[in-house]
């Protein structure tokens, strides 16, 4: 089974790095430094209405751009990112075996690198999908990403056992031709519900945790097999047969 995570806009500056892993490039490392190179022309005001953040992270992140080509120490992916999912991935306590097991299991999907491998060596940067960049063609980077991601992925879970296991939000769905994926692999996507009263409700918060934490069951015990995802426990989430569709399997957390 493939597995797609969305990235973060949270990222480590700095981690440590197992001395046995060999790190990779990103399969679209020439695209990225593309997009790079046009974030950092903009001044800060115009980053923080482009991001939709503050100043001061806006300000942060031209010094990321500007640095990008500079030859600092980058970070594998998979250890990189620092947002929610990522904090229940827990990478930093995963094994070189397993490590190297995500490497052809896990995807993680950027709006600057578009598909990642998780020992894909990148520095650190915000970005939104709904951006306009020159080198984007002027259009959005869903629409710059989608016919260059599209097949890659599709091929690789066809390469594999044809299952794909969706743990990324839906905002980045949008970076390839969905509804083409759909039609040519197996997408199996976990929801996360928590019940409030006589209704369930996805929080986002508790989503993105389960996400991360799904990721890393997948990973360390090495799931052939879709159904297997149904022993999933994380803090107070369960398997509910009764809400669960063919393609959805839902985990509850009773409130």
Known sequence: MQIILASAKIMNERAVVPEDIVATTPLFQQEAQSLAHDMMQYPVETLAEMLGCSQTIASQNRLRYLRFDDPHDPLPAILAYHGQAYKHLKAETLD????????????????LYGLLRPLDDIRPYRLEGHVELPNAGGGTLFDFWKPRLTQVLIDSVKADD????????????????????????????????????????????????????????????????????????????TFSPTSSEQDQPCFIKEN
Do not use: N
């Not at 070189?96 to 709006?111: E, I, K, P």
């Not at 980045?172 to 209704?199: A, C, S």
């Not at 879709?226 to 022993?231: F, G, I, R, T």
């Open 96 to 111: 070189t075996d397993t490590l190297r097991y995500a490497q052809s299991h896990l995807w993680v999907m950027s709006f």
């Open 162 to 237: 044809g299952v794909l296991i969706h743990l990324a939000t839906e905002e980045f769905q949008r970076l390839v031709d969905w509804q083409r994926v759909k039609q040519e692999v197996h997408v199996i996507q976990p929801m996360f519900l928590v019940r409030k009263g006589d209704t369930l409700k996805v929080q986002a918060v508790w989503a993105k945790t389960c996400r991360g934490a799904m990721a890393r069951m997948m990973l360390q015990e090495r799931l052939t097999h879709p159904e297997d995802l149904s022993a999933f426990q994380y803090e107070g989430f």
